[in-house]
Structures are given as C-alpha cells and as structure tokens.
C-alpha cells in the first residue's frame, strides 16, 4: 500500500513540478550508480483555507493507448490524511469531449496514479467489496444491454458480471453485496403511463435468481415526487433511487433513498412494507420543526452503527417541481433515527460553504457521496462538482482531490492490485545515460524500481534504484551496458515482477 501523507512537504507551490538527481545506494547496488528521477509534482501541501491545485494530464510511454482524466490532489500542511488510496470514475460527455476516455482510477492519497483501466463505455459506482471472502472491485458499465456490475480479483480478472435481471435494465447506481454472497441492485424500467419506475432485487450473482424484489410504485405515491413530469412526452422519472443500504443481522430494515422524492424509506425486507420515511413530503420525523436538517435530492445514504445516517445532501438545484424542495449548498448530514418514535437528532452538518472560489458553497445538481475513512475523516465527492475532499472532524478540508470531470462517487481503498504477466519498460540512450520510463498498471505494492544493466540479457546486475512515481516513472542512469531493464520492489526489498531486458544501442 501507499504510505500516508503527513507535513512533510513534497513542495511548496500549488501546481509546482520537481526534478533533480538523486543518488540511492544498497548493498547490492554500486556506489557509483547515479540515477535521476524526472518527476513531476503530485501532491502539493499548502495552507490556505481553500485548498486547490492545477489539473495535470499524463501520457505514458509504456501504455501509449491510455490518456487518464487530468486529476491533481493537494494536501493541507500539517494535516495527517487517512492511509487510504481513493478510487474514482471520472464522466466525460462523449458529445463535448470525443477523444477522452472512460475509465476506472485508484489514486494514492499522495496524487500518484495507481491503476487505470480503459473502458469503451462510461463508467459508474467503482469501489471495494468483499465477495465470497475475496476481495474484490466492483463498478458498472454500460452495453447495447443497458449495463451490468462487474467485479474484478486483485489480478483484474472478472469474476462474475450482475444484472438486475427479469428483462430490466440494470440501473447504474448501485451494487451492494452480503456476507451470504447475495447482491441488492436497483433496476428502473418505465412502466404504464410512461413513467419510469424504480426496483430493487437481491438477486443470487451466480444464478440470477431473484430473492427478494420491492417496487416504488404501488407503495411511493407519483404526488411525492418533486420533479416536474415531462410535458414534451419523455418517461417521468418520478422516483429515481440511488442507493440501497441492505438489512443487517440486527436490523431487517432495507434503506432506499430517493433523490426525485427527497426522501430516505426504511422497508421491511420481509414483509416488503415501508417502515418509515425521512424526508419529503411525507415525512415521519418532523424535519420541518428544523428548517436547517431540511436535505434535498440527497445521494449515497449509508446506515452506521448506533442508528444513525450519513448522507451527501446535494441540496436540490437540479430539480424543479412544485412545490420545490429548499434549495440550499451541498453538505454532508449525520441523523441518529428513533424509527419506533419517529424522533432525529442532527449529529453532524459538514457544509461545502468555503470550497467554492466566491465562498458561498457548491451548489451539487446531482451524483455525489459520504463515507467514513479509517482515522475518522470523512470522504466527501461532491457531486457533479468535480471535487473530492476529506474533512477532518472539526470541519476542516484536509485533502482535495481535483478531477476534470465529475464522478459519480469517490471510494475510499486499502486495495492490493497483483496484475498478470511482468513490468512494462521503454529505454532511449542519449548523451553517456539511459533514460528509462517503467510502469505496471495496477501493481500497487510497488515501492522501488531497480535498474538492472550488463552485456548479456540474461546476466545483469543492479546498477541503482529510484523511487516508485507515478502510473509511468520516469528514470535516467548512467551506464555503457548495452542491455538493461528494470525490476519492481515492495517495501521489504522483494522482487515482484522483472521487465524483460532491452537492448539500447
């Protein structure tokens, strides 16, 4: 895994770039051995109140067929981030933006590209789960079909695709898997009245079988609905889930939010009966006794313990029925929920109010998510705001990271990638050294690179070292050896691939 960022500073400018020669001496290593790192800046630490940084856009020798979404990340000085890598799903418009590309991140807490997969559709919901006790990633996708949930081991091989089945399409907001090895998914077909319906199955992955399923209509009324029906014709989406929290083994409860209904519902997974509703017109809770815990078309709610509820609250601009919902800045909102005396209590308010250049906060139309990081901070994207934060418990941001496109949620990954097959490497002579450029996409034990040199392929020798960069990392070293090529290390000094040597002229 990647080391956690603290003070120390990486450099002192926002945006600024690094380059210098560094000397690395081992046991196995001649002393003699110059390399240079070319680098450029990834994570900057500064100290100003709004943390920012300047989109940087990398091309890679070694996978010439991938162009990333520029992304940068800075850390505020001073601040101890989680040991956590972020993974994303940056969205592109095709339309506006034809030569860039969908695709699948994992970016260090430091701005280092981890991984990066291209995908020939666009991309959603990419994030961690634990499948039959296996590790796994999981994301959808869109096809000709509508799209699945594919999940991918630590190698990146599918394991299996998920679709909601029964003819539906598969929606793409949300997978959830059980320790049983049952998945919950959504589905939105439109139905009688050209009105677009919302659905949730678990399903057995392995089979397709269907468990359980739980429809909106029939138990949400179409007059809870805040968003306008469409009068050119085109499907009312009335409802438009957005996230499943499924029941746990202390609470038979399904939790289903409702960014068209501004409202979250507590369903009986046995019984398929709504149990409660937060928010909206029907609410149960009496939010409206406290104007302020008013949430709108909110995003990713997610059960913790002690009964509470963590939510994105986008804050209601992009809808606009009547009566509308209080439009208001995006935040972030812990309830603790008495479902038996419909009473809440507001835990936790994280505003967005600060983070936007004029200062009165991001107005989120849509997409968005809040989730606990291991040290206690908060991971908060913030929608279709292209802008991922972790804040601190007392509010403050202590890490941005910048995305040229929005992605529907960020998720937070203590992730060990073991790609197939061995190290990428490209070597160009010029001027008494040899410039190297090396990468294995995904390998994220990678701790060092090690130069390999020599007169024969098969017997080379360690001629230095330097420090794992980026997704490519850039090396020059000084050699006369005609043939080199590069090995991986981890953080104890062990070979995990050896790139097949060149010959450099």
Same mark, same amino acid.
């Given at each position: 895994? @990647? ?30 051995? *110059? ?5 450029? &800046? ?48 940056? @969205? ?64 990146? +091989? ?19 898997? %059980?320790?049983?090895? %049952? ?16 659905? *949730? ?17 029939? &138990? ?12 050119? +014709? ?26 068209? %209904? ?88 994280? %505003? ?32 279709? /705001?292209?802008?991922?934060? &972790? /804040? ?53 034990? /990678? ?13 080379? &020798? ?44």
């Amino acid at each position: 895994m @990647r080391r956690m960022v603290t003070a120390v500073a990486l450099c002192g400018l926002v945006g600024c770039a690094l380059a210098g020669v560094l000397i690395f001496d081992g046991p196995d290593e001649p002393q003699a051995a *110059v390399v240079q790192v070319h680098r450029s &800046s990834t994570a900057s630490h500064v100290t100003s109140r709004r943390l920012d940084c300047t989109l940087r856009r990398r091309r890679f020798r070694t996978l010439p067929d991938l162009r990333p979404t520029p992304f940068c990340v800075a850390v505020r000085r001073g601040a101890k981030v989680a040991d956590e890598d972020i993974l994303v799903t940056p @969205r592109p418009d095709p339309k506006r933006n034809p030569h860039e590309q969908f695709g699948l991140m994992l970016i260090s807490n430091d701005g280092k590209l981890l991984w990066y997969m291209r995908r020939p559709y666009k991309v959603h919901d990419l994030k961690t789960v634990t499948y039959h006790g296996q590790p796994a990633l999981a994301f959808f996708e869109r096809d000709a079909a509508g799209g699945y949930f594919e999940l991918l081991d630590q190698h990146y +091989g599918r394991v299996l695709r998920v679709r909601a089945g029964h003819g539906d399409p598969t929606d793409e907001h949300e997978l959830q898997l %059980t320790s049983q090895g %049952t998945a919950y998914v959504g589905s939105d077909p439109v139905k009688r009245g050209n009105i677009t319906d919302y659905v *949730v199955r678990e399903i057995d992955p392995a089979s397709g079988d269907s468990l359980f399923q739980w429809r909106a209509r029939g &138990s949400v009324a179409l007059a809870d609905s805040y968003a306008a029906r469409p009068h050119d +014709g085109a499907p009312w989406d009335y409802f438009h889930g957005n996230s499943i929290d499924p029941p746990t083994a202390s609470d038979p409860t399904m939790v289903v939010s409702a960014r068209n %209904t501004s409202a979250i519902y507590g369903i009986d997974r046995g019984t398929g009966k709504t149990e409660w509703i937060l928010g909206g017109k029907r609410d149960q809770f009496h939010l409206a006794q406290h104007p302020n815990w008013v949430f709108c078309t909110q995003h990713d709610v997610r059960r913790l313990s002690g009964n509470r509820l963590l939510m994105f609250d986008n804050g209601g601009a992009h809808i606009a029925g009547s009566p509308r919902c209080p439009v208001h800045p995006a935040r972030v909102l812990l309830f603790r929920l008495d479902p038996a005396h419909h009473r809440v209590k507001l835990l936790r308010s994280i %505003t967005s109010v600060g983070l936007s250049s004029t200062g009165g906060g991001l107005f989120s139309g849509f997409v968005g998510s809040a989730v606990p990081q291991a040290n206690g901070d908060t991971l908060v994207d913030w929608g279709s /705001i292209p802008r991922i934060s &972790s /804040i601190g418990p007392d509010g403050r941001e202590k890490l941005v990271l910048r995305l040229r496109y929005w992605s529907y949620r960020a998720a937070p990954a203590r992730w060990v990638g073991r790609p197939p097959g061995a190290p990428a490497m490209v070597a160009k002579r010029g001027n008494g050294h040899v410039t190297l450029w090396a990468s294995w996409n995904g390998a994220t034990e /990678i701790e060092r690179w090690q130069i390999l040199a020599g007169k024969d392929p098969n017997a080379l &020798s360690p001629v230095g070292s330097a420090p794992f960069e980026d997704l490519e990392t850039r090396i020059r070293v000084h050699t006369d050896q005609p043939y080199v090529a590069v090995r991986a290390l981890d953080a104890s000094g062990s070979i995990l691939g050896t790139a097949p040597a060149v010959k450099v002229g």
